[in-house]
C-alpha cells in the first residue's frame, strides 16, 4: 500500500556530492515526518535527518551544515542534498515515513547505499 523507493545512492569521493530521493506512492501530506535513516553493517540505525509537515527539521549533529533535507508535496518526494561527503558517511541509506494515527506507524524504503572514498 505504502511503497517507498530510494534513488540517488552511489559511490563519490570524499568531499563530493550526492542527492537522494525517495518517491512515495501515496500523498505524503498525510504524514507526521519523513526523512532518513542510515545503518552500517553491525551498528544501529540512526536517525540523519527528519523535517516534520509544520516544516520543522532535525539533523543528526554529525551531519548539520552539510546534509539538507527537503520535501515536495506535489510529487509525493522527500530528498537529501548531501555535500562535503566523508568516509564516515558511507551507509545504506533508508527513507522514512511516520504516520500518527491509533499509534505512531512507520513506513520503510528498501535503502540506497551511500559508499564514500577516502
Known amino acids: 500500500q505504502v511503497q517507498l523507493v530510494e534513488s540517488g545512492g552511489g559511490l563519490v569521493q570524499a568531499g563530493g556530492s550526492l542527492r537522494l530521493s525517495c518517491a512515495a506512492s501515496v500523498n505524503i501530506i498525510s504524514f507526521t515526518a519523513m526523512g532518513w535513516y542510515r545503518q552500517t553493517p553491525g551498528k544501529q540505525r540512526e536517525l540523519v535527518a527528519m523535517?516534520?509537515?509544520?516544516?520543522?527539521?532535525n539533523y543528526a549533529d554529525s551531519v548539520k551544515g552539510r546534509f539538507t533535507i527537503s520535501r515536495d508535496n506535489a510529487k509525493n518526494t522527500v530528498n537529501m542534498q548531501m555535500d562535503s561527503l566523508k568516509p564516515e558517511d558511507t551507509a545504506i541509506y533508508y527513507c522514512n515515513l511516520k504516520k500518527l494515527g491509533a499509534y505512531l506507524r512507520d513506513y520503510w524504503g528498501q535503502g540506497t547505499q551511500v559508499t564514500v572514498s577516502s
Open positions: 523535517t516534520t509537515s509544520d516544516g520543522s527539521t
